[in-house]
C-alpha cells in the first residue's frame, strides 16, 4: 500500500518561510559556516523529565531528552512530513498493506555497547503488547500505546533473522509508518532493561545521538556525544537539559549568558530578545492546539446546551490578544490549518453572552452554575500562561452565570488527575507527535475515553466520530481521507466537547552563536546537527 502525502508543499512552504529568525544576509553567512565539533549546550525548559523510560513518556519534558538518547525504526524527515529510515535501512510493504517488513541496519550498537538487532525490537515491542512479558509490569501505564491502540492495530511481530522484523496489522491503516516514527515505539537495550529492571526510566540506554550520564535532583539532566552514533558523531560534545518553571529566570539566565537555549519566555519578553542582535530566534508554526475540555462524564456536560452556553460565554478573540499577542492565532477547528483535514468552511463560535444565558436557561440552569476550572501551572508551547488563561475564562463565565473556582496541581499531578476525569472544566492542549488528522481526532476517540487513565479528557463518546475516525486511519487515499476529517471537524463543531482556544508559533530563542537548529514536524527538537560558533 503506497501512502501519498499531499501536505508535504504546504508543510515545506510554512518551514521556509518562518525558520530562526535571522536576515537572508545572515541565514547565507550561517550556511558557508563550516561546522565544528565540541562544546557544551544548555537547553533550560519549564520542569524536569517525568520519565526516561521511551515507552512511559507522556510530556515534552520527557519526550525531547528521550528523542535525543532513542532512536524508533524511522523518524520524520527533516521539514517535511516524509518518513525517512532510522534504526530499519529500509522496508517493504505488501500490497494488502497488512504485512510491513523492515531491514534493519547492521553494526548498530546500545549505549552499553551490546548490539542492536531484531531481537531488541521485539523485546521493545512486546513489553508493551504482551502483558506475560517479565517486563510488562502493571505500574507502568503505557499510555500511548493503550491510547492508538497498538493491539487493535498490530496482530503479530516476528523476527526472520537478526536484521529482519516483520509487522503484521489487522487491518490497513494509513498511520502506522507515522506511528512507528513515534518516541513510544523507540528500541531500548533489553541488557539494560534487564540490568535495571524498574530503574531503566532513571539509567536509561538506547542507540540515539547522546548517551544519558546522570541525573540531578534538581531536575538537571546531563547527556554526551556518541561517538560511534550510525548517523554519525554529533558536532557537541554534551547537551545539558535544565529544568526552571519560571519565564523571568529562563529569560535573565539567557541573557546572562548561563543558557543556551530556552523554552519561550512569554510574548512581551520575546519582543525584548527577538530586538537584541545577540539572540536569534526559532519560529515555526505550530503543530498544536489549546483547548477547554469539557467533561461529559459530570452529568451537566452531557446536556449540548450546556456546553454551548459555556461555548458562546467566552470571548475567544480576546482571550487570544492577551494571552498569545502576536504569538497565536484563534482556533477554529480540533486540528491546526497545516494538518489535512482542516475545515476552512467552518466558521468559528462568536463570542455572545445573551445566547450563552438563552443556553443556560433551556437546560434548568437560569439561576447560574458553580463550577472548578481546572488549569495548568506552568507554561506549555500551546499555552504560555494556563492561570491568565483561567482568569480570563473565569471572568467570562461569570458575566453569564457561571460562578467557578481556579483549581491547579504541580504538571504532573495534573496530568493524572485530568487523564482520571476528576475536573469539570481543564484548560489543556496538544502538540503533534506526527503531522496526521488521526494524532489530534485519537483525543476524541470514543475508545480512548474507556481507557483510563484517558487522553480523552472531555470523555467524549460520540458513534458518529468514531465511525469517521476509523475510516481515516484505514484509508490509504489521502484526497479521500481529507474529505473524511473534513467531516470528523464538521462532527467536532456541532458536538463542541471543548472550547477551542488557539494554535501558538513555536518559539525557541538561543544565543546566535547556536547553529542548525532544524525543524521536525512535530514536537522532536534534535541535537545531533547542532553545533557552536564560539
Known amino acids: 500500500m503506497q501512502i501519498k502525502h499531499y ?105 552499553d555497547g551490546t548490539p542492536f538487532n531484531a531481537q531488541a525490537v521485539l523485546f521493545s515491542f512486546d513489553r508493551q503488547r504482551d502483558i506475560k512479558h517479565p517486563h510488562h509490569r502493571p505500574a507502568d501505564k503505557f499510555e500511548y500505546w493503550k491510547n492508538f491502540g497498538m493491539n ?23 498511520t502506522f509508518l507515522y506511528i512507528l516514527s513515534m518516541l513510544f515505539t523507540a528500541i531500548v537495550s533489553p541488557t539494560a532493561m534487564e540490568k535495571y529492571g524498574e530503574n531503566f526510566a532513571q539509567n536509561p540506554v538506547g542507540t540515539g545521538a547522546f548517551k544519558f550520564v546522570k541525573w540531578d535532583s534538581d531536575g538537571t539532566l546531563n547527556l554526551e556525544a556518541n561517538a560511534e552514533y550510525w548517523d554519525g558523531k554529533p558536532y557537541l560534545d554534551k547537551l545539558v537539559f535544565k529544568a526552571v518553571d519560571q519565564h523571568e529566570e529562563r529569560y535573565q539566565k539567557l541573557i546572562s549568558g548561563e543558557f543556551d537555549m ?52 467566552i470571548n475567544r478573540e480576546k482571550l487570544v490578544s492577551e494571552v498569545y499577542g502576536e504569538f497565536g492565532r484563534p482556533a477554529k477547528n480540533p486540528i ?52 491568565k488563561t483561567a482568569a480570563l475564562i473565569q471572568n467570562d463565565l461569570k458575566q453569564i452565570g457561571v460562578e467557578t473556582e481556579i483549581v491547579t496541581y504541580p504538571w504532573n499531578d495534573y496530568l493524572e488527575r485530568i487523564y482520571r476525569g476528576e475536573h469539570d472544566l ?18 476524541l476517540d470514543k475508545k480512548v475515553a474507556e481507557i483510563y487513565p484517558s487522553n480523552n479528557i472531555a470523555f467524549y463518546k460520540s458513534d458518529e466520530m468514531y465511525r469517521l475516525i476509523t475510516k481515516g486511519k484505514t484509508t490509504s487515499d489521502q484526497i479521500e481521507r481529507a474529505k473524511i476529517y473534513r467531516d470528523a ?44 560558533n564560539k
Open 7 to 111: 501536505g508535504y508543499a504546504v508543510w515545506l512552504t510554512l518551514f521556509l518561510a518562518m525558520g530562526c529568525g535571522k536576515s537572508g544576509d545572515t541565514a547565507k553567512n550561517e550556511d558557508e559556516l563550516k561546522p565544528k565539533y565540541g562544546g557544551t549546550l544548555v537547553y533550560a525548559k519549564n520542569n524536569p523529565p517525568a520519565t526516561l523510560d521511551p515507552a512511559l513518556t507522556a510530556e515534552t519534558e520527557s519526550t525531547i531528552p528521550c528523542d535525543n538518547i532513542f532512536d524508533p525504526l524511522v523518524q520524520l524527515k527533516l521539514g517535511t512530513t516524509g518518513i525517512a529510515p532510522a534504526l530499519a535501512r529500509s522496508w517493504d510493504i505488501s500490497k494488502d498493506g497488512l504485512t510491513y517488513t523492515f531491514h534493519l541496519r547492521s553494526g548498530v550498537n546500545f549505549h
Open 152 to 174: 487493535d492495530i498490530i496482530n503479530d511481530i516476528k523476527a526472520t533473522d537478526d536484521s529482519t522484523v516483520v509487522f503484521t496489522l489487522r487491518e490497513p491503516n494509513a
Open 336 to 387: 491546526p490549518p497545516m494538518i489535512l483535514g482542516y475545515n476552512d468552511e467552518i466558521r468559528p463560535t462568536p463570542y455572545d453572552p445573551e445566547k450563552a444565558k438563552k443556553f443556560l436557561a433551556e437546560a434548568g440552569y437560569a439561576d447560574g452554575l458553580k463550577l472548578k476550572l481546572w488549569t495548568m501551572p506552568i507554561s506549555r508551547e500551546y499555552m504560555p500562561d494556563g492561570q
Open 426 to 443: 481543564a484548560v489543556m492542549g496538544w502538540i503533534a507527535d506526527i503531522p496526521d488528522p488521526d494524532n489530534f481526532f485519537t483525543l
Open 489 to 532: 471537524c464538521a462532527v467536532f463543531n456541532k458536538d463542541l466537547p471543548w472550547f477551542i482556544i488557539a494554535h501558538s508559533l513555536v518559539i525557541v530563542p538561543m544565543q546566535s552563536y547556536v547553529m542548525n537548529f532544524q525543524p521536525y514536524a512535530s514536537y522532536a527538537r534534535k541535537f545531533n546537527h547542532v553545533w557552536l
Open 262 to 313: 530556552i523554552e519561550s519566555p512569554g510574548p512581551e519578553r520575546m519582543k525584548e530578545i527577538e530586538k537584541d542582535p545577540k539572540f536569534k530566534t526559532f519560529k515555526q508554526p505550530g503543530v498544536n492546539i489549546a483547548y477547554l475540555a469539557m467533561n461529559m462524564n459530570k452529568k451537566l456536560f452531557s446536556d449540548l446546551r450546556v456546553r454551548q452556553a459555556i461555548v458562546y460565554g
